[in-house]
T-cell receptor, first 112, second 114 residues
Framework: GDSVTQMEGPVTLSEEAFLTINCTYT??????LFWYVQYPGEGLQLLLK???ADDKGSNKGFEATYRKETTSFHLEKGSVQVSDSAVYFC???????????WGAGTKLIIKP | DGGITQSPKYLFRKEGQNVTLSCEQN?????MYWYRQDPGQGLRLIYY???????QKGDIAEGYSVSREKKESFPLTVTSAQKNPTAFYLC?????????????FGEGSRLTVL
């Protein structure tokens, strides 16, 4: 079945470092891909999305490119801030049932 | 402001008790969802509803029940049949005008069984 695999956390970086959080997926057809972010003690919010191959989603300095050849949707940011500390979830929605399939989440800790 | 309101934020339950978590939205969304979140795991779907008076089981519906009598409201009852109910519960919604996969979440309810 469809699945999403994220790199295990926590990921700990210093402020202004470059961030990559890996996400790979398994799905039939042409899924849409998403990154959601959960700040401490809060619900999730959509960070960015991409709906077809080679699309790049971007928001708040974060970017992710839909790579069909490697079935990946890695999240990147050029210079992280302490306020980026959160849990990041990669997810997909497949054509078959229109329900989100979630990765396990990656906790990001940014130290000043 | 439009959004989703979950209550209570924290809830403690004794074993054998049923508890109900409230979820209200004023986004005029048709679809509503309940997810369970455990440490180190992704979100798991409990129930969802795409229209009033109709709902479907998700992946882990056993021990839970829901109702959808009004478009704005989708309460979740955690029954005594749920063997391990301690978790963080998230309610979400989406509308027909939202692209698939774009969910709006509440701030969650943390349930602890004593």
């Amino acid at each position: 079945g469809d699945s999403v695999t994220q790199m295990e956390g926590p990921v700990t970086l210093s402020e202004e470092a470059f961030l990559t959080i890996n996400c790979t997926y398994t799905a039939t057809g042409y899924p849409s891909l998403f990154w959601y972010v959960q700040y401490p003690g809060e619900g999730l919010q959509l960070l960015l999305k991409a709906t077809k191959a080679d699309d790049k989603g971007s928001n708040k300095g974060f970017e992710a490119t839909y790579r069909k050849e490697t079935t990946s949707f890695h999240l990147e940011k050029g210079s992280v801030q302490v306020s980026d500390s959160a849990v990041y979830f990669c997810a997909l929605i497949a054509d078959s049932n229109y329900q989100l399939i979630w990765g396990a989440g990656t906790k990001l800790i940014i130290k000043p | 402001d439009g959004g989703i309101t979950q209550s209570p934020k924290y809830l403690f339950r004794k074993e054998g008790q049923n508890v109900t978590l409230s979820c209200e939205q004023n986004l005029n969304h048709d679809a509503m969802y309940w997810y369970r979140q455990d440490p180190g795991q992704g979100l798991r779907l409990i129930y969802y509803s795409q229209i009033v008076n109709d709902f479907q089981k998700g992946d882990i519906a056993e021990g839970y029940s829901v109702s959808r009598e009004k478009k704005e409201s989708f309460p979740l009852t955690v029954t005594s049949a749920q063997k391990n109910p301690t978790a963080f519960y998230l309610c979400a919604s989406s509308g027909w005008t939202s692209a698939y996969g774009e969910l709006f979440f509440g701030e969650g309810s943390r349930l602890t069984v004593l």
